[in-house]
Nanobody
Framework: QLQLVESGGGLVQPGGSLRLSCAAS????????IGWFRQAPGKEREGVSC???????TRYADSVKGRFTISRDNAKKVYLQMNSLKPEDTAVYYC?????????????????????WGQGTQVTVSS
């Protein structure tokens, strides 16, 4: 089955930047929507950003719009560039995949829409 591994998390100061990576292997479908999610202590997991298999359609949570950018360079790797980081961005960040028949499907920010999940990478924003 599909395997997802996140990397790139760490400790940064407010206003700093990080780039998260999601490496995928074991493809079982032609196309995958990919989403980034995060979960802070004591809070539910929330959608951050997502991208269609083609890369032509992207979505962002209001809380990160204008600061984060999702991209994919091929069928195996997806990135989340995070700029102007705030302490409120502190969380474990997960990538997730949703198999689809269409390269241009409309991706979802709902956790229930995704079938495969990575183990997460910690992002801490603190001075």
């Amino acid at each position: 089955q599909l395997q997802l591994v996140e990397s790139g998390g760490g400790l940064v100061q407010p206003g700093g930047s990080l780039r998260l990576s999601c490496a995928a292997s074991g493809f079982t479908s032609d196309y995958y929507d990919i989403g980034w999610f995060r979960q802070a202590p004591g809070k539910e997991r929330e959608g951050v950003s997502c991208i269609s298999s083609s890369g032509r359609t992207t979505r962002y949570a209001d809380s990160v719009k204008g600061r984060f950018t999702i991209s994919r360079d091929n069928a195996k790797k997806v990135y989340l560039q995070m700029n102007s980081l705030k302490p409120e961005d502190t969380a474990v960040y997960y990538c997730a995949a949703h198999p689809t028949r269409y390269s241009n499907s409309f991706p979802s920010l709902a956790t229930g829409a995704y079938d495969y999940w990575g183990q997460g990478t910690q992002v801490t924003v603190s001075s």
